[in-house]
Nanobody, 125 residues
Framework: QVQLVESGGGSVPPGGSLRLSCSAS????????IGWFRQAPGKEREGVAC????????TYADSIKGRFTIGRDKAMNTVWLQMDALRPEDTAVYYC??????????????????WGQGTQVTVSS
């Protein structure tokens, strides 16, 4: 089954940093727009950041602008999400996915597929 795999989650205090990775073993991520999403308990899945194919445009949700950065490691076939200045409200399961439907606004979850299993991020003192 073609699927993305997330890694790098963990538990950090407020103000801490984490770096998430999204990888695929059966296709080249560089050919796809990849998005990071998160879902907190009792809340809907929301878009966090996405990067166009190649080294294309990056889009960020307002809630994480200036704190999170998305990028690619082409040699490792991964898309990473550097998260700095983490806050308790960033606590969620984080997922990566590939854009499979065009014509939607950026970071709309229904436009994405090949979802991974997610990685837990907990920000707590």
């Amino acid at each position: 089954q073609v699927q993305l795999v997330e890694s790098g989650g963990g538990s950090v205090p407020p103000g801490g940093s984490l770096r998430l990775s999204c990888s695929a073993s059966t296709f080249t991520l560089d050919y796809y727009e990849i998005g990071w999403f998160r879902q907190a308990p009792g809340k809907e899945r929301e878009g966090v950041a996405c990067i166009e194919s190649g080294d294309g445009e990056r889009t960020y949700a307002d809630s994480i602008k200036g704190r999170f950065t998305i990028g690619r490691d082409k040699a490792m076939n991964t898309v990473w999400l550097q998260m700095d200045a983490l806050r308790p409200e960033d606590t969620a399961v984080y997922y990566c996915a590939a854009l499979v439907q065009t014509g939607w606004a950026p970071l709309v979850p229904k436009a994405y597929g090949l979802w991974g299993q997610g990685t837990q991020v907990t920000v707590s003192s």
